[in-house]
């Protein structure tokens, strides 16, 4: 039972290093925490921004594994919520403008006005589907 539960720990990790390994890749390939800075104007803290990245990752993955929890009720859920989708938007909406996915499809359709619509659309629509998402518990 022992070398089992090795073995599960082992493939684990291995697992977790690989995916880590990868997003980690994506991140540095694509720029990503460069055009923040460079957004933000805020450059001079860009290792900052990496620790916090890799910091991050281990403790997310410390705490999903040993199933961690923070007494912070629902007003602690309301910010934690807020600040996770505001990442999550952050980074769709990074790699949408990192692979040119905004001006192709602006092209495709023809659009000249109404950029700052299309985009509040994309952000409205993504917050609406994510509120669903967690109501109805799908």
Not at 107 to 133: D, E, P, Q
């Amino acid at each position: 039972m022992a070398a089992r539960q090795i073995l599960m720990a082992l493939a684990g990790f291995s697992a977790g290093t690989a995916v880590a390994g990868g997003i980690f890749t994506l991140i540095v390939g694509m720029k990503i925490v460069p055009r923040f800075a460079q957004c933000t104007r805020t450059a001079h803290r860009i290792r900052g921004y990496e620790n916090c990245i890799v910091w991050g990752g281990i403790l997310g993955n410390i705490w999903n594994v040993f199933g961690l929890g923070l007494p912070l009720g629902t007003p602690g859920l309301a910010i934690f919520g807020l600040v996770s989708g505001v990442y999550v938007g952050a980074w769709a909406m990074a790699l949408a403008e990192i692979v040119d996915a905004i001006p192709i499809f602006m092209r495709r359709i023809s659009l000249k006005r109404g950029v700052g619509l299309l985009i509040a659309g994309l952000a409205f629509g993504r917050t609406l589907g994510g509120l669903l998402h967690f109501y109805f518990r799908w």
